[in-house]
């Protein structure tokens, strides 16, 4: 029998070279250095990397806003210079920038009609999107009223009123508190759930760690590693054992056991620690919610 061919990838980058021309007499700058990729439909695909590292230039690349100096991209097949492959596609930029002067709910009805859609389609959509990213009450307030975390989610929402495939996140949690940024990344989970496909940049490890099936870690324009979160984060020669009311004597029979093993060596023994994250949205929590 033979075998579905494979889906077509919902983003693909081969060999991309981007060079930035500089002033005369100035050398040309090589932002991104033949970097290959591919994210699969349904995947959260996290790209990190150091400042200057080449991601921001490798988004703007498969969103068909800058062209490459060599290689190319692809969207769910279609090349990135063509039109079409943006039809899918929702962005949020690093910074989103809105017109201070409407509200979150007219803000929406601006970008829908962009997208060409209108009436009781985008007036519905608009407001099922403010009730996902949690901006209904604020659906009327002028946007210059917004906070950062507030202005990032109507930007989620206004990447993901068209119903794209695709959702490319650069930074979406810059700038944002611990508590604005779990609504964020419970918002990408939630998406992964609707099989959106996301490609997402973060400096906030433990966040892309939390929401990525696979990243890749870029340097100096080039990829230096990628894979899946959970193979590349595991200590294969290490095992973890988090015991809950041990007493002192299974501990010492415990010991005992690994002293008499020729091969096991124990690292560690101690009280496992939460994350300063966790341990910070604890002590600021709102009783209410
Ligand atoms: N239009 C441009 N002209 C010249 N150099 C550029 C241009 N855009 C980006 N660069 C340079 O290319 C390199 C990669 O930039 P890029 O924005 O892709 O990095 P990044 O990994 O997204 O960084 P950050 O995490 O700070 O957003 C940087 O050194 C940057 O200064």
């Known amino acids: 029998m033979s075998q579905p061919p494979p889906p077509t990838p919902a983003v693909t980058v081969e060999n991309l070279t981007k060079v930035f021309k500089a002033g005369l007499g100035k050398k040309a700058f090589i932002a991104v250095r033949e970097l290959s990729l591919q994210v699969q439909p349904g995947e959260v695909y996290g790209l990190i990397g150091p400042n200057g590292s080449g991601k921001s230039t490798t988004m703007k690349a498969i969103l068909g806003l800058l062209s490459p100096t060599r290689g190319k991209t692809t969207v769910f097949g279609k090349s990135s210079t063509e039109v079409a492959s943006r039809r899918e596609v929702g962005f949020l930029p690093e910074n989103p920038y809105f017109y201070k002067h409407l509200n979150g709910l007219e803000t929406l009805h601006f970008y829908g009609r962009l997208c060409s859609m209108s009436g009781k389609d985008l007036q519905d959509r608009a407001r099922e999107m403010l ?3 949690g901006l209904e009450d604020a659906s009327d ?14 930007g989620l929402a206004q990447a993901l009123l068209h119903r794209p495939r695709l959702i490319v996140l650069d930074e ?3 700038g944002v ?15 992964k759930e609707q099989g959106i496909t996301v490609l997402v940049t973060s400096h906030l490890l433990e966040q892309m760690q939390e929401v990525c099936d696979r990243v890749g870690i870029m340097a100096h324009g080039q990829m230096m590693r990628e894979g899946r979160v959970d193979e590349l984060i595991a200590v294969e020669n290490h095992t973890e054992l988090v015991l809950e009311d041990a007493s002192p004597e299974l501990l010492t029979e415990i010991n005992r056991l690994i002293s008499q093993d020729k091969r096991a060596k124990l690292l560690h023994q ?10 910070f949205l604890e002590a600021t929590e709102d009783p209410k919610n």
């Open 131 to 133: 009730a996902l990213t």
């Open 141 to 154: 307030r002028r946007v210059a009223g917004y906070s950062k975390g507030m202005l990032q989610r109507l």
């Open 172 to 174: 979406p949690t810059a």
């Open 177 to 191: 508190d611990p508590a604005g940024s779990r609504k964020i990344r419970d918002l990408i989970l939630g998406f």
């Open 270 to 279: 101690g009280h496992p620690r939460t994350t300063l994250e966790r341990l």
